[in-house]
């Protein structure tokens, strides 16, 4: 058994390049399928679409009830009936009437007389909601950052009105389509008839992948590429096809359940499908993640231990990147930065907080990166003392040997760096390269200035 494990670890794990083309893609799909399993398997996916799953629950009326006031001014509210029913397709006949009392209970809602607390109260609701969502991400992501305050508002607003637009005025211009005489004469012909009648049935599943694509490469706290995006979407897309055809047989067939259950038959089979959504829409993030960043096929989202040598490293490096872009009259995104030294953002976080503790890094709320000051006025000795994990005089007990020799080497980095800055590093790099400039951001491979191969295996 042992035996059959290390060759299936030495196939999934082979060298880039081996073996033929089908043997490679082989290989890739296998290492996805293999991610994937890992991640669901340790839980914490599981574990977030079932809050997600609780946090629905809170916020779905509050929810429909904006997309609805916002459809409302259109007077199309009426036209997001049949996507929620889509959704709630598997279901069956109880999908039905879940739909009519969703509808009816969000009619009732008049925002007339919910007056100023109760308009508050919908707009947290709703806004925590999209908060607990992005967090999810994030965590697919290894982004531990979360929007600020103000870029919530605008950027959670901005999805929750202009989206039940966009998503009804694509319904609205797909049946218009089909209800051009032009289009009813192609479709008296064959095959072209049989054709329009699929694209039919597909679309609702191409508005489906669609909004998936949406979600990933706007809702994570970081960029997205589009091709990640809409690979995790198509992924999700796919997923939740298949298994909403499963589970409409798993309830027709559960007849049993209603039997046992009565009337909390419907609200069962709800939150089993609801929580069969979010973690296919995790899936599909994790996916587009994957596909974005495919060197963290082997590891997922375990933390990479930094010790002492590579936190100081690290910090010269984000310090030397931010200058090159200070120098070139430019900025330098943290994905940049991530994308560009190697290592999850989350193993970056703590040692970009502690220099920007220490003034000597700022980060905007757009996500760009500088120097706190002018690169001219960082010691050099400075950033490394920013990322020194202080420890209390007397907590450790070291002999007279042990502290003189380490009094030595302190004295000899303190030598080498004696009146040395950030911008003496960068004037360095740009005599060593004329074209002072770091490799490009969106080169996965690019391989840090500062920090080796051997450091990032920590």
């Not at 997600?52 to 009426?78: C, D, E, I, N, Q």
């Not at 697919?140 to 989206?163: C, E, H, M, P, T």
């Not at 939740?240 to 259950?261: D, K, L, M, P």
């Not at 760096?417 to 690019?446: H, I, M, N, Y």
């Amino acid at each position: 058994m042992e035996t059959v494990f290390q060759r299936m670890r030495e196939f999934l794990w082979a060298p880039p390049g081996t073996g033929e083309f089908l043997e490679r893609a082989a290989r890739r799909l296998a290492q996805f399928v293999y991610a994937i399993s890992r991640d669901v398997a340790d839980g914490q996916l599981t574990l977030r679409a079932m809050g997600l799953v609780y946090t629905t629950l809170l916020s779905l009326v509050p929810l429909m009830a904006f997309s609805f006031s916002v459809l409302k001014g259109f007077g199309v509210h009426r036209q997001i009936e049949p996507l929620l029913y889509n959704f709630l397709e598997p279901l069956g006949e109880k999908g039905e009437e879940i739909t009519r009392h969703i509808i009816g209970f969000v009619d009732n809602i008049n925002g007339g007389v919910l007056g100023g607390v109760g308009l508050a109260v919908l707009l947290y609701t709703v806004i925590s909601m999209v908060q607990k969502v992005e967090e999810s991400f994030n965590y697919v992501w290894q982004v531990d950052k979360s929007r600020s305050i103000g870029r919530r508002f605008s950027d959670y607003l901005s999805v929750i009105l202009i989206g039940p637009v966009v998503m009804v005025t694509a319904m609205g211009i797909t049946a218009s389509v089909s209800s051009f005489s032009l289009v009813q004469r192609v479709a008296a012909i064959e095959p072209f008839g049989t054709g329009l009648v699929l694209a039919g049935k597909l679309t609702p599943y191409v508005l489906v992948v669609l909004m998936f694509t949406f979600v990933y490469a706007f809702v994570p706290n970081t960029k997205v590429r589009l091709r990640a995006a809409l690979i995790g979407g198509l992924a999700a897309g796919v997923i939740w096809g298949f298994t909403g055809q499963i589970f409409a047989r798993f309830v027709v067939g559960s007849t049993r359940y209603a039997a046992i259950y009565s009337s909390f038959a419907i609200a069962i089979l709800a939150l089993i499908w609801l929580y069969a959504n979010w973690l296919i829409l995790l899936i599909g993030a994790q996916i587009s993640f994957y596909v974005q960043y495919p060197r963290y096929l082997r590891t997922g989202h375990e933390t990479v231990e930094l010790g002492s040598i590579q936190r100081e490293r690290l910090a010269l490096e984000i310090m030397y990147l931010a200058g090159q872009a200070h120098r070139s009259a430019g900025t330098i995104t943290a994905e940049e930065l991530i994308q560009h030294i190697g290592l999850p953002g989350r193993s970056i976080e703590p040692v970009a907080l502690a220099l920007e503790r220490a003034g000597l890094l700022v980060r905007t709320d757009e996500g760009h990166v500088m120097p706190g000051r002018d690169t001219d006025t960082i010691p050099l000795a400075d950033v490394l003392a920013a990322v020194r994990a202080p420890i209390e005089e007397g907590l450790l007990r070291a002999d007279p040997p042990v502290d003189a020799l380490l009094e030595k080497v302190r004295g000899t980095i303190e030598q080498e760096l004696d009146g040395r800055t950030v911008r003496d590093l960068t004037d360095q790099a740009a005599k060593d390269a004329p074209t002072g400039r770091p490799p490009s951001p969106g080169d996965d491979a690019a391989p840090a200035t500062l920090l080796t191969a051997r450091d990032r295996q920590g």
